[in-house]
């Protein structure tokens, strides 16, 4: 139950924010599901302030923060507003999500503790920060370089958040969160695609596409931190092409901070908030009002990732410059596989043909998915497949046909909702 206290307060939080936005203009669906989605990074980001930041492990100060915030919100939430009216095709959106929660809750009952690198590394950090408290910097150890010293923190500051709202440790923190991530992507880009389009039938397949891949269900309960990546990924694009369908240009603003919350994500998401970013900016450069909002609003959800990054993550002990290193070069060989691997893993049977399916969306919807903002969204997951391709010439720790064949799919998976959006825009 205590859990479920926590969603309400993190839903709260982020219903009054994105209220004070958008002023009701949103679908109330769509606006209580961004809402959470915006809660639970903005609950990662105070445990990052309180107990990383600032070395204080009362598990009350973070939550009084969220509390005292959610007050201050709804004081400024005094005028009062109505959302456009529900009808019964919402109601079809939902039973579709109802649906689509019963294979991810099968599959995190039986898979509790997630994946190998949830208790490796992800719930590995949030245990140390929650249990080991003022002693939580021994998670950076080098001897722990496995654990993926040097990423970001946000997914385990989550669950952390709610270890302080229950006052214990409990396991099924992580599982029940790795549901909420995926039924929240599920639910954003169901009814975002929706308002976008207004195509219904589109928008549920988009989200079954999404949700129900067997691959994928096993992918968003193992508790990864790519899932969070997906969500906010999406989030930050559906957000961007409200405002300019509704002129709304405080939901860009909205954008920016979905975006800024990613980069905490995980390395990866850094560079690809980065890539977004920096497109947004350009396509609003003739906007100098609102472009400074934007740079702001990016620059103060990224704050806990500069300050993590630049004085507290230790270096990557599985880092090999391959373009100076002598003992283990990038050469031809490598580039080689990793120019011909990705197209095996985009016929992998795990995929069940979807990227099949994608290929033929993006043939069929020619020109329109690389006209202005949906053509920002397009090259945005090119240049970020070019940096991580890139990466991986260049980085010769690992040999590469295993590394590709443990990582690449799941950068792909955490794309997989963004370009499900992307391609159904042209329907």
């Not at 003022?134 to 998670?139: I, L």
């Not at 970001?152 to 440790?169: A, C, K, Q, S, Y």
Request: aromatic share 16%.
């Amino acid at each position: 139950m205590i859990y479920f206290l926590g969603i309400l307060i993190s839903l709260a939080l982020g219903f009054l924010f994105i209220r004070l936005l958008t002023a009701g203009r949103l679908n109330l669906i769509l606006h209580i599901f961004l809402a959470l989605a915006l809660g639970l990074g903005i609950n990662g980001t105070i445990a990052f302030y309180t107990h990383i930041l600032f070395n204080q492990f009362d598990r009350f100060i973070p939550i009084g923060i969220i509390v005292t915030g959610i007050a201050y919100l709804y004081f400024l939430n005094k005028k009062k507003i109505s959302f456009p009216p529900l009808t019964q095709a919402h109601l079809w959106g939902l039973v579709t999500l109802v649906l689509l929660a019963v294979p991810l809750a099968i599959s995190a009952h039986y898979y509790p503790l997630g994946g190998w690198d949830a208790w490796s590394c992800w719930s590995l950090k949030a245990k140390f920060i929650f249990l080991g408290q003022e002693n939580w910097k021994d998670v950076l150890s080098p001897g722990l370089w496995r654990s993926n010293t040097h990423y970001p923190l946000l997914w385990p500051l989550i669950n952390v958040w709610f270890w302080d709202l229950g006052g214990r440790f409990d396991q099924a923190v992580p599982m029940l969160n790795s549901v909420v991530i995926a039924l929240l992507t599920a639910g954003i880009l169901l009814f975002g695609l929706w308002e976008l389009t207004g195509k219904l039938p589109v928008s549920i397949l988009a989200a079954v596409l999404v949700t129900a891949l067997p691959f994928g269900v096993t992918l968003y309960t193992s508790q990864y931190s790519d899932s969070l990546l997906g969500l906010f990924l999406l989030s930050a694009f559906i957000c961007l092409l409200l405002a300019e369908k509704y002129n709304l240009p405080t939901l860009k603003i909205l954008s920016m901070l979905f975006l800024g919350l990613m980069s905490f994500t995980k390395n990866e998401g850094l560079i690809a908030a980065g890539i977004a970013a920096l497109l947004i900016w350009w396509q609003e450069r003739s906007r100098k009002k609102e472009l400074k909002g934007l740079i702001g609003a990016f620059i103060i959800a990224a704050l806990p990732t500069i300050i993590f990054t630049l004085f507290m993550a230790p270096p990557n002990e599985a880092f090999i410059n391959g373009l100076v290193s002598t003992d283990k070069p990038t050469d031809w060989a490598r580039v080689s596989v990793i120019l011909v691997y990705p197209w095996f893993e985009f016929i992998s049977g795990k995929w069940n043909g979807y990227w099949l399916l994608a290929l033929a969306g993006i043939l069929w919807g020619g020109k329109k998915l690389w006209q202005s903002t949906p053509g920002l969204i397009g090259i945005s997951l090119i240049l970020y497949l070019g940096v991580v391709m890139a990466y991986y010439a260049v980085n010769t720790f690992f040999e590469i046909q295993w590394w590709l064949s443990t990582t690449l799919s799941r950068i792909l998976f955490a794309l997989i909702p963004t370009i499900t959006l992307w391609i159904g825009l042209a329907a």
